[in-house]
């Protein structure tokens, strides 16, 4: 089984991949206030991202194609501004809009993409298949968010002023490996909290959550589970206030 820590720039290709494809959305779509007419939904019989609009713009983890409608445009041995010229080809209008900041990456300036490193490639897609599995099993919205590359779903609690949010990342500047990750808003002021199942523990450094880095091994599925309770305990005893400025309970 292939090191989740070596996937660091795999996952840096393909999160600057996802950023081409989630300028359809966000440019043509219509805006919705917690950004997610920018997001994609994990389609399992492909293993891609695909975005919820008559485009159906989306990106295909397993061999890094761009995905737009029926189309599809091999990424391999092509710059960024190749890629968007063909979704701006296939998608008049569209505006090359990227989320900022983006983690550095050669692709910025004008490499080529790559895609001969297929066992990385697919190592990632089985890590968003089995998260877009068992995030459905806690709550049944599920996106992929091209801001932090994660796979993730929110679940809200008094009208919204409380939220809960479980999901998982590639790996980012503060885990440089994909880990699984539950956090909640209001952020907690408590000094101790719950154990948890499945190997996970707490990250206290920058933000606040329950984490399970993927080279710890462990149960994922036990460790959401009970890192949602153990969140909802935390909730229990804080009153509510207004819910997460970002839509999504994320603290990172």
């Known amino acids: 089984m292939i090191d989740p820590r070596t996937l660091t720039d795999a996952r840096l290709r393909l999160h600057w991949a996802a950023q081409l494809a989630s300028t359809v959305g966000r440019t043509l779509g219509c805006p919705a206030a917690d950004d997610s007419h920018t997001s ?58 990227l989320n900022e900041p983006m983690p550095h990456h050669a ?29 459905r099993e806690l709550h049944d919205d599920v996106r992929i968010w091209p801001h932090h590359f994660d796979i993730a779903t929110l679940m809200e609690f008094d009208g919204g002023a409380k939220t809960i949010g479980a999901g998982l990342s590639p790996g980012d500047e503060s885990i440089n490996e994909p880990y699984w990750y539950v956090n909640h808003w209001p952020r907690t002021t408590a000094t ?61």
């Not at 490193?117 to 968003?128: M, N, P, R, T």
């Not at 309770?229 to 994320?250: F, H, M, N, Q």
């Open 107 to 135: 692709l910025a300036t004008g490499a080529a993409f790559d895609a001969s490193d297929c066992e990385q490639l697919h190592a990632l897609a089985d890590y968003y298949r089995e998260a877009a599995m068992l995030l």
């Open 40 to 97: 994609f939904r994990f389609d399992a019989a492909t293993d891609s991202l695909i975005q919820d609009s008559p485009h159906r713009s989306g990106l295909n983890l397993r061999n890094l194609t761009l995905l737009l409608g029926d189309q599809q445009f091999p990424l391999h041995g092509r710059t960024l501004d190749e890629a968007f010229a063909w979704i701006a080809e296939h998608a008049p209008g569209v505006r090359r809009e």
């Open 192 to 252: 101790e909290f719950p154990p948890l199942d499945g190997g996970g523990s707490w990250h206290t450094e920058g933000w606040l959550g329950a984490i399970l880095p993927a080279s710890r091994g462990g149960d994922a599925r036990a460790f959401l589970q009970s890192a949602v309770a153990a969140s909802k305990r935390l909730l229990a005893v804080i009153p509510s206030e207004a819910r997460d400025p970002d839509g999504r309970g994320a603290q990172k």
